[in-house]
């Protein structure tokens, strides 16, 4: 269990980095007669331009990175176990860089659309909705709907963690099967079928975050006018990510949760001896000898 203890450590250390930048942005934002309104909920933070309106493309960015802590054990997993890969260090830092880097690179464009809404024909739009009325709008940006940036910003975050989503359920598919062929015993298949079942239960939330990130879409580019406020309680469970994603990882893993107990009990971390790693190691052994006995057999 110790080659999960990186992969465990960065996840959590990404985890908390994501849950400050998402608290100290506190992303508000609407839409209304074709234009995207967005600003920042703390009063206290008031960046110059031109970071002024990066607050919703920052956010965006967060939460997917957020989003891609299970796949990102999920690759871990199938690399480390199923293709027997002996994984660097650093790598899964690197996949949080790509992933990264790719979400930046996307909403580039989206956030060079956006512009301040004091003093232009855009505020009035805003301050007609009733959720608005009493709040200080003079700190908004805004930027057109149906245009390439947030066409193009919002089509590679449905396309992104769909496919994170489907890299969980299929290395867990590979990693079931895996472990099965290490061993027919009945206690063992036992075992791996429950481990499977963790897994699977590990993909709930992210295929959840998914399906609600692609209906927010719908909704935006849907929605002409209404009262306002709608969206703030879509965004709701994105701040959660960063909570739920550790805690999924824990609860749904026991082996993940014995390293984390060693870890605050400052215990040495122990390998069980059915480990899955363990198990592939000796049975791939087991394959080389029984080659090599018949190859014996047949010189012979």
């Known amino acids: 269990m110790r080659l999960f203890c990186t992969i465990l450590i960065q996840t959590c250390i990404i985890d908390i980095l994501n849950a400050i930048l998402t608290t100290t942005m ?36 967060v939460c997917n990175v957020s989003f891609w802590s299970l ?27 790509t992933t990264f880097v790719f979400a930046m690179a996307a909403g580039a464009r989206y956030y060079l659309d956006f512009e301040p809404i004091k003093g232009t024909f855009m505020q009035p739009l805003i301050n007609k909705m009733p959720f608005w009325v009493n709040h200080d709008t003079n700190k908004f940006c805004a930027a057109k709907l149906l245009a390439f940036g947030p066409l193009f910003f919002c089509g590679y975050l449905v396309v992104s963690q769909l496919f994170g989503f489907v890299v969980m359920v299929w290395t867990t598919v590979r990693f079931h099967k895996t472990l ?16 499977t079942r963790q897994l699977y239960a590990q993909t709930v939330f992210p295929g959840l975050i998914a399906v609600l990130l692609f209906g927010m879409f719908a909704v935006a580019f849907t929605t002409s006018n209404y009262s306002g406020g709608l969206f703030m309680y879509l965004v709701l469970p994105y701040p959660w990510v960063n909570v739920i994603n550790p805690l999924l990882t824990l609860f749904c893993i026991h082996q993940y949760r014995r390293v984390v107990t060693s870890m605050f009990c400052r215990r040495s971390i122990q390998v069980s001896n059915i ?26």
């Open 275 to 300: 480990a899955s790693t363990s198990s592939l190691t000796k049975s791939k052994q087991y394959q080389q000898q029984k080659v090599t006995t018949v190859e014996s057999v047949q010189q012979l």
């Open 71 to 97: 796949p990102i054990q999920a690759i871990y997993r199938y690399l480390t176990v199923v293709r027997d890969v002996k994984v660097k260090v650093y790598f899964p830092m690197l996949l949080y860089l």
């Open 180 to 195: 099965n062929s290490t061993s027919n015993h009945a206690k063992s298949l036992k075992m791996h079928n429950q481990i």
């Open 26 to 61: 506190n992303l508000q934002f609407d839409v209304t007669d074709g234009y995207i309104f967005m600003t920042t909920g703390n009063d206290w933070l008031n960046l110059p331009q031109p970071w002024q309106c990066s607050y919703l493309v920052l956010a965006a960015v």
